[in-house]
């Protein structure tokens, strides 16, 4: 599958609809035309491409969750290959409305972040809105695994999971960024948590410009 979806990059249809030769793709994927049409399908059928039929056949378009498969694919061999391992994002402070703070001091969330970060988090988050040039790595993150904070069910009430990396604030305090599964803000927010207070250790204020390495 991935296999048929690289070659469709290839030949342009991440950036335009393309004209697709099943007897063509066919060849160069060393399997039968049948089997070529098969996963073109499945493809579609997985909204991994878009399709369109005409008189003169078929046309083809890697869709945007196409993309975001491809880049996980890429990311992935990078760090396999030992050629990523750290990814900086810089945003600016602000206050936000203590949505974080909620995961950070729950005893069923406190707990996993003990056991799987090392650190028991101050119960409260650093909010950083990301710079433009940070978001491509901030997509970046949604695409890998990451540390799974797994949620839960009380009373009839679901509480949604978080993913998290570890990461290292402004060169000096070592921490981790929360991607929250149900979240109020936008995809140009991260929440960052650390067993101290980062606006104190760090002197920060609203609009200050913040550095995060994070550990892949």
Do not use: W
Request: with cysteine; glycine share 10%; proline share 3%.
């Amino acid at each position: 599958m991935i296999e048929l979806l690289l070659n469709l990059a290839r030949l342009g249809a991440l950036r335009r609809e393309i004209f697709v030769s099943t007897k063509k793709l066919a060849k160069e994927l060393g399997v039968s035309r049948q089997s070529v049409h098969r996963k073109i399908k499945e493809l579609e059928r997985r909204e991994l491409i878009a399709r369109r039929l005409t008189a003169r056949g078929q046309y083809v378009k890697i869709a945007q969750k196409g993309e975001d498969l491809l880049r996980s694919f890429h990311h992935e061999l990078e760090i396999l290959l030992g050629e990523v391992g750290i990814l900086n994002l810089e945003g600016r402070v602000f206050t936000g409305i203590g949505e974080g703070a909620y995961y950070v001091s729950h005893p069923f969330y406190e707990k996993q972040f003990i056991e799987k970060l090392g650190f028991k988090p101050y119960p409260g988050t650093l909010n950083i809105r990301l710079t433009p040039e940070s978001m491509k790595n901030r997509k970046k993150l949604e695409s890998m695994r990451g540390i799974l904070i797994e949620g839960f069910v009380n009373k009839g009430r679901s509480y949604g999971g978080v993913k998290c990396f570890k990461a290292l604030i402004n060169g000096s305090v070592e921490g981790g960024i929360l991607l929250i599964e149900r979240t109020h803000y936008g995809p140009d927010v991260i929440e960052v948590i650390a067993p101290v207070n980062l606006r104190e250790r760090l002197k920060l204020r609203d609009g200050d410009l913040v550095r995060v390495e994070v550990s892949l």
